[in-house]
C-alpha cells in the first residue's frame, strides 16, 4: 500500500514568497503531525491535527506558518513571505488512531520530506 | 521543555564490531522512548519503541532499554552489518508531541 507522499521532494523559493507544502498521508489515519528539520538537526514539532481538527500548533515558529487539513485527509503547510531561516526540510507523519488523552503513543509514519531552500 | 540528547557522530565500525549509540532525555513525567533510522534517500522509520521504564524494545538485531534512573536509552547491537549505515534518531513523545535528538551517522565498513 501506499505511504506518506509530499510534494514537492524540492522546493527552490526566493525570499519573501510564499510556497505551499503538500502531505498525503496513508488512506484512513486520523492523526497527521507536521515536522521541521534543520540541517543537521532532528526533526522539531511544528503542529498536530486529528482529523480536520489542529489540534496543537504551538511548534509554528510565527505567523508566517500556517497548516490546513480541511477534509481530514490531505494536508498543506503554507509558509507566507519565506525567509532564509525557513530553509529546512519539512516533514509529514500520520498515524492511524488519535492521541488519547494521556497522550500515549501511536506510531507515526513518516514522508520523505519536502526540502525547502529560500534565496 | 522536554530534551533528547544523543551521542554526537559520525560513527564508523567495521562490519561485525559492536555499536553502542547513547541517548539521554529529559521530560516531566514519563515520556515513551523511540529510535528511528533514516538510511540514505529515504523517510524516516520507526527502528525501536519502550513505553514504560525497564521495557526492552528490540528489532532487527537492535535493542534499547527504558532506563528511568539513569534517564536514558541507550541503542545496542552486538554486530553490525554494513547494511545498517544510515543516520539513527533518539525521540521521546508525551503530551501529543514528539522531541527528536540531532541524529547520528553510522557508517559500517566492510
Known amino acids: 500500500g501506499a505511504g506518506v507522499s509530499q510534494s514537492p521532494r524540492y522546493k527552490v523559493a526566493k525570499r519573501g514568497q510564499d510556497v505551499a507544502l503538500r502531505c498525503d498521508p496513508i488512506s484512513g489515519h486520523v492523526s497527521l503531525f507536521w515536522y521541521q528539520q534543520a540541517l543537521g538537526q532532528g526533526p522539531e514539532f511544528l503542529t498536530y491535527?486529528?482529523?480536520?481538527?489542529?489540534?496543537?500548533k504551538s511548534g509554528l515558529p510565527s505567523d508566517r506558518f500556517f497548516a490546513e487539513r480541511p477534509e481530514g485527509s490531505v494536508s498543506t503547510l503554507k509558509i507566507q513571505r519565506t525567509q532564509q531561516e525557513d530553509s529546512a526540510v519539512y516533514l509529514c507523519?500520520?498515524?492511524?488512531?488519535?492521541?488519547?488523552?494521556?497522550?500515549?503513543?501511536?506510531?507515526?509514519?513518516f514522508g520523505p520530506g519536502t526540502r525547502l531552500t529560500v534565496l | 521543555g522536554d530534551s533528547v540528547t544523543q551521542m554526537e557522530g559520525p560513527v564508523t565500525l567495521s562490519e561485525e564490531a559492536f555499536l553502542t549509540i547513547n541517548c539521554t532525555y529529559t521530560?516531566?513525567?514519563?515520556?515513551?522512548l523511540f529510535w528511528y533510522v533514516q538510511y540514505p534517500g529515504e523517510g524516516l522509520q520507526l527502528l525501536l519503541k519502550?513505553?514504560?521504564?525497564?521495557d526492552k524494545g528490540s528489532n532487527k538485531g537492535f535493542e534499547a532499554t527504558y532506563r528511568k534512573e539513569t534517564t536514558s536509552f541507550h541503542l545496542e547491537k552486538g554486530s553490525v552489518q554494513v547494511s545498517d549505515s544510515a543516520v539513527y534518531f533518539c525521540?521521546?513523545?508525551?503530551?501529543?508531541?514528539?522531541?527528536f535528538g540531532d541524529g547520528t551517522t553510522l557508517t559500517v565498513k566492510p
Open positions: 491535527f486529528q482529523n480536520e481538527a489542529q489540534l496543537d
Open positions: 521530560a516531566t513525567g514519563y515520556p515513551s
Open positions: 507523519a500520520s498515524s492511524p488512531e488519535r492521541i488519547g488523552l494521556a497522550g500515549e503513543y501511536n506510531e507515526q509514519f
Open positions: 525521540a521521546s513523545f508525551r503530551a501529543g508531541k514528539s522531541t
Open positions: 519502550a513505553t514504560k521504564a525497564d
